[in-house]
């Protein structure tokens, strides 16, 4: 037999869609659109069953609900809502109604959700999102620019490679031509500029004279002058007789002016010598190059001959640039890989023959280039740590046509093949066509497809401003409907962090946060005031006001974030409430939240954490003392008992907080420690002492005696809490 029921709907659709359903199963279905119309109904037709949306305006649904509740005790309600509302979800709770239906109502959570009401068990949580997307909105949008890219990656590749093939060639042409100018250019300049230098050095003062005196300490003073202040590599003087006064080469990665000096010279420097001293007028022009190697490096050296005061021949002077040193600088200029390769095609210095590898030239190859009527540049391939280089070889000669050797530059493959010049009116007319076409499909798909998103980027950005209780109606589009599911997910979400950070602050960690909302959503603790048993600690720093009478207001702001900075963090971290910050007093509370505690734990856990929270000022108070700050004696009340819990204030502005007689009681206590101790201390009640029960041997609890409190008759039986093992205090009476 079917069953009568009430639908009470703000919207014709959802009725409609529940009409069928219970219609389907035979039950009686009347349909309410008002408040007051559903009154009606609930009278005339004693319906067993009420199905009534949450979203009515105001706070008649409530009455409604009670008023139904109340004329017919067994009626079995349900609570339908388009999308979550934390606050009205609560209050229903709060009534005793624990099954709520959310939209799409469909006839599997139908089912879930009379078996709920029908049993008195909770409904599990209703899944947001119960239509799949069979083809997402990003790959309807993206599938067209996808064909079209690779459209233009396809083409734009067979044209690039045909291109490329064509002006390869070319480019490295034209990039080789101008490295051999750049290199041809650098090595004219080195070499003008050694001759500048080695002529400088022949005319120096005194250098004619030390010659024929063998005077090795004078010419070393000279050249090491003339040397240094040319940054010069290499120097070297012989006398007439082709002796070796003087060889210095500056070693590498040596400072400016660490030379190596040295007297043995080798046979291609003495054949040059003889060249020199040969002839009276060598040397006439300035002096001769040539490539010399001295002490295992490679230098490109200027020499000349010295005439002495009686005009003849009194010595040989040579100025020297280390070959790895200019291949290093030629590199730079000519972004290529540099080789100098002597008379012979042995490598002399190289940066591209670094991991092991070299390629010296045939024996007869530098002769046949040098020898040329007309010397010209030559090529080659090679093969370098798998990478390919081509070399472009140029025959090396002094600027008196002495030959001095063959310079390599490499070109790696990579550098030089690029993209080419490519057919301008090809890729206009390719251009032209991809963009026109993409701009066509763009805007056909985005018309299409981005419109029924406009109201979730308004809906968004009003959220951003701060409105929380803006809603998306979700669409007949699947994916659409989807996003606005998700959408108000999260505004709800939202709304419930709002809605517990003005209960609790950001004084709970998340995993108290957490458990607090399940609390409450459960029912089993209440906004409106409750009875429970929790153990009460209160904080006050000892003379705070005169302390900070003379101070600077924002210093004393730093004083308590940095004070509670620390204190907040070690309750919560046991799993304490902090409900209160007043001033330099705080208000924290264990065994209410995030779940009851029975008395024996929560007055455990409180004078523990009041002795971590003492360890924590101590340590403060030296970082204190240390910046010449005056110590925050705290002193800390403890008391255990009945309290009222509940939240406080209106719908704009509330929080949870705990009031009666015990937490009276821990602030008269807290303001004992003032008069009774000299610096920080704690003191607990006979009734924390009570809840500790077998705990009181981890603690040191000395009695007080019977003290009655500021602003209290009755007299109470006090403790001092200190750690188990703490030292016994020692007055000493002078």
Known sequence: MGRRVLLVQSENEAAQTLARFF??????????????????????????????????????????????????????????????????????????????LRQPFTRRWLERALAAVDTGTLLPAQSMFSSRVRVPTLIKISLPFLILALVVAIGGAVLISRLSLKSGQQRFDRQAAEAALKGAQELESEEERLLADLNQLKNAAGLAEALPARDTE???????????????????????????????????????????YGSKENEAMLQFIRHLLSDPDNGADGGGAGLIVAASEGYFFAGSPVQGVDGKGSGVVFIGRSLDRLAEKMRDETQAEITFYDLEGQPLTSTLFTGGEVFPLSRSQPEQMLKAPIPKNQTRTLTIGGLNFTELLIPWKSRTGVDIGVVGMGFSHAFWLGTGRLNQVDISAITAGVILLVLAVGAYVVRRRANPFQSLAEAFSQVAAGNLDVKVEPKNDVEVAFLARSFN?????????????????????????????????????????????????????????????????????????????????????????????????????????????????????????????????????????????????????????????????????????LIGDTVNTAQRLEAATHDLFGASGIFITQATFNALGEHTSGFRLDPQGLRALKGSAERIMIYRLLPAKALPEIQVML
């Open 23 to 100: 219609t389907d199963r035979g039950d009686e279905v009347w349909i309410a659109w008002d408040l007051g119309q559903a009154a009606a109904l609930l009278q005339q037709v004693a319906p067993e069953l009420l199905l009534l949306d949450l979203h009515f305006p105001g706070d008649d649904w409530l009455g409604f609900l009670r008023f139904g509740r109340a004329t017919f005790p067994n009626l079995k309600v349900i609570l339908t809502n388009k999308h979550p509302d934390l606050q009205r979800e609560i209050i229903a709770r709060q009534n005793g109604l624990n099954v709520f």
């Open 218 to 260: 004078k010419i070393r003073r000279i050249v090491l002058s003339l040397a240094m202040s040319a940054s010069d590599d290499a120097a070297a003087v012989f006398d007439a007789q082709g002796d070796s006064l003087l060889i210095m080469t500056l070693p590498p990665g040596a400072a400016p002016g660490q030379y190596r």
């Open 489 to 657: 997910r999260m505004v709800a979400g939202l709304q419930e962090s709002s809605l517990y950070r003005d209960l609790m602050g950001r004084t709970v960690t998340p995993e108290v946060r957490e458990q607090l909302r399940l609390t409450f959503s459960s029912g089993s603790l209440r906004l409106e005031g409750q009875e429970a048993v929790a153990t009460v600690l209160i904080s006050n720093i000892r003379n705070f006001t005169v302390l900070s009478e003379g101070a600077d207001p924002v210093r004393v702001f730093e004083w308590l974030n940095e004070y509670f900075g620390l204190l907040v963090s070690t309750i919560t971290s046991f799993g304490g409430v902090v409900h209160k910050l007043d001033g330099d007093t705080m208000l924290a509370s264990f065994g209410v939240l995030p779940a009851p505690r029975p008395p024996q734990e929560s007055a455990l856990i409180a004078c523990q954490v009041a002795l971590e929270m003492m360890q924590t000022i101590e340590e403060l108070n030296i970082q204190r003392s240390r910046r010449g700050d005056a110590p925050l004696h705290t002193g800390i009340g403890i008391n255990t008992g009945l309290v009222i819990a509940g939240g406080l204030g209106d719908k704009d502005r509330f929080y949870y907080t």
